[in-house]
C-alpha cells in the first residue's frame, strides 16, 4: 500500500512558469514532511520540509503548502528554471511506529526554455 | 566529509550470483539505512542500523538479502543468488538519532542479465 501518494507524473513547464506538484497522506503518525529533489545518476537530495504544525514554508523560490485537516501537501516551484528539470519525490517521516521515511513514487519535471 | 559513500556505483551480474555493495555514511552519523529504488518509483525502504544492530527490516527483504553494519560504521548489503527482480538502484543513506534528515548516497545500481 502506497503509503504517500503523488501526482502527477511528469509535468513540463514554460521557463518561468510555476511548476505545482501534489502529496496526500493516510497515516496521521506522519510528522515530518521533506521533498527530495534527483537528478539522473544521482541520489536523493533533501530540497525543503514542512512539520504539520505550520501551514506554507518559503525558500527561495520553493515552497511547501500543508493542509493538515485534508492530509495534503504540495511544492511550488516558482520561476522554473531549466535547472529544476529533475524528479521531484515528497515524502513523509513516521513519529511512531517505522523509523523511516515513506516516498511518493515521483514526479518527473521538465522545464523548457 | 564528503557525504554518504557507495560502491561500486554500478554491478552487472549474471542470475544466480552473489553480489554485495558497500556504503560509508557520514561520520558521525549513527543510524544508516538502504532502500531500493526501481525506474520510475520512489525509494523503498529495505532496513536500517542504529550503531551495529539492525533494529528494522521491511518484508521486502528476502531471505536472499542480507545487511551488516559490523563497527557501527561502514554498511554492506548482500544479495544471494540474484534474480532479474533484484535489478535496481540500491541507495544508502544516513543520519543521526532524532533527526529526520537523510543524506543519500548516488547509489549501487544493480543489472541481473
Known sequence: QQQVKQSPQSLIVQKGGISIINCAYENTAFDYFPWYQQFPGKGPALLIAIRPDVSEKKEGRFTISFNKSAKQFSLHIMDSQPGDSATYFCAAWGRTGANNLFFGTGTRLTVIP | ?113
Not at chain 2, 47 to 69: G, P, V
Not at chain 2, 70 to 79: A, D, V
Open chain 2, 1 to 113: 566529509d564528503t557525504g554518504v559513500s557507495q560502491d561500486p556505483r554500478h554491478k552487472i551480474t549474471k542470475r544466480g550470483q552473489n553480489v554485495t555493495f558497500r556504503c560509508d555514511p557520514i561520520s558521525e552519523h549513527n543510524r544508516l539505512y538502504w532502500y531500493r529504488q526501481t525506474l520510475g518509483q520512489g525509494p523503498e525502504f529495505l532496513t536500517y542500523f542504529q550503531n551495529e544492530a539492525q533494529l528494522e527490516k521491511s518484508r521486502l527483504l528476502s531471505d536472499r538479502f542480507s545487511a551488516e553494519r559490523p563497527k557501527g560504521s561502514f554498511s554492506t548489503l548482500e544479495i544471494q543468488r540474484t534474480e532479474q527482480g533484484d535489478s535496481a538502484m540500491y541507495l544508502c543513506a544516513s543520519t543521526v538519532s532524532g533527526a529526520n534528515v537523510l543524506t543519500f548516497g548516488a547509489g549501487s545500481r544493480l543489472t541481473v542479465l
